[in-house]
């Protein structure tokens, strides 16, 4: 079993639409948290950090849910340009600075 | 040019044949990473290093060596190809003094192993 789970669609919408994706993760020993775009054949690129308190930017919020263990990523007001594969990050903390990758989660937005 | 480099972008090779691939980053970031990436298993951590001659293990080190006698570079080397190791493998960095922050990708090198 993996350590960071995704759903990985896909997500099918159409323009304008919200959606949400989620990424649950094991460790509770866990101590940062990340959402990266990778577009097709194209190295990942970071979207946003997660912080505890949750972030927003522009039309993207990012939430973290500790007790639970999940993090979330809801993309309002959907563009074609949204297109990708969104991949949550968790790096895990106890000695060694360990990133694990989630398989990620593809939205495709239609028109 | 600033910024994280992978060379070649393309290499074919053959079974049981060495082949290296090279990862070069001018930020002078401490940390530095070799994921490879195949449908269904999506990034997978080969290994990573935390500084010049420190390297470490990840999820997936079998068939694979670093070494980091630079900060600027880290080679991946895989000592006798197998087909196994067909995969498009990307290398990043990080200037993780807490382990906590942002990796930059490079372009990817795509290997296929015949």
């Known amino acids: 079993r993996k350590e960071v789970e995704q759903d990985p669609g896909p997500f099918n919408v159409p323009e304008g639409a919200t959606v949400a994706f989620n990424c649950t993760y094991s460790n509770s020993a866990s101590q940062s948290f990340f959402w990266y775009r990778q577009d097709c054949r194209k190295e990942p690129k970071l979207l946003m950090s997660v912080y505890s308190s949750g972030n927003e930017d522009g039309r993207f919020t990012a939430q973290l849910n500790r007790a639970s263990q999940y993090i979330s990523l809801l993309i309002r007001d959907s563009k074609l340009s949204d297109s990708a594969t969104y991949l949550c990050v968790v790096n895990f903390s106890g000695g060694s600075y360990i990133p694990t990758f989630g398989r990620g989660t593809s939205l495709i937005v239609h028109p | 040019d600033a910024g994280i480099t992978q060379s070649p972008r393309y290499k074919i090779t053959e079974t049981g044949r060495q082949v290296t691939l090279m990862c070069h980053q001018t930020w002078s970031h401490s940390y530095m990473f070799w994921y490879r990436q195949d449908l269904g298993h999506g990034l997978r951590l080969i290994y990573y290093s935390a500084a010049a001659d420190i390297t470490d293990k990840g999820e997936v080190p079998d068939g694979y060596v670093v070494s980091r006698s630079k900060t600027e570079n880290f080679p991946l080397t895989l000592e006798s190809a197998t087909r196994s190791q067909t995969s498009v493998y990307f290398c990043?960095?990080?200037?993780?003094?807490?382990?906590?922050?942002?990796?930059?990708f490079g372009p990817g090198t795509r290997l296929t192993v015949l």
């Open positions: 990043a960095s990080s200037d993780g003094s807490s382990g906590g922050d942002e990796q930059f």
